[in-house]
Nanobody, 125 residues
Framework: QVQLVESGGGLVQTGGSLRLSCVAS????????IGWFRQAPGKEREFVAA????????DYADSAKGRFTISRDDAKNTVYLQMNSLRAEDAAVYYC??????????????????WGQGTQVTVSS
């Protein structure tokens, strides 16, 4: 079992940056793939990025490539999502999620076992 808590969301202007954090409690955090998803009003939850349990493999949605960077610090039980060059369409509630299966490559919400409560990102023009 792992509990996830996101932070770092807020209001930012178009073109600005934010760094989201996902802090986990639980001793097996370093064994989990961690993903970031987002959900805008009226839309389905969508994959943003993921990092493998080893930290050596990452995956990004096309919309995030070149602008977002996912990283992890297992000593701090934390995964980060650095978001640069933010656009209006990036506005959403961002969630981190943990996949305990040790399989990497999941991009669907149903492939993840544990979820945080989300953090709001608002982008103003």
């Amino acid at each position: 079992q792992v509990q996830l808590v996101e932070s770092g969301g807020g209001l930012v202007q178009t073109g600005g940056s934010l760094r989201l954090s996902c802090v986990a409690s639980g001793r097996d955090f370093s064994l989990y793939t961690i993903g970031w998803f987002r959900q805008a009003p009226g839309k389905e939850r969508e994959f943003v990025a993921a990092i493998s349990w080893s930290g050596r493999t990452t995956d990004y949605a096309d919309s995030a490539k070149g602008r977002f960077t996912i990283s992890r610090d297992d000593a701090k039980n934390t995964v980060y999502l650095q978001m640069n060059s933010l656009r209006a369409e990036d506005a959403a509630v961002y969630y981190c999620a943990a996949d305990k299966s040790r399989h990497f490559g999941g991009t669907k919400p149903g492939e993840y076992d544990y979820w945080g409560q989300g953090t709001q990102v608002t982008v103003s023009s």
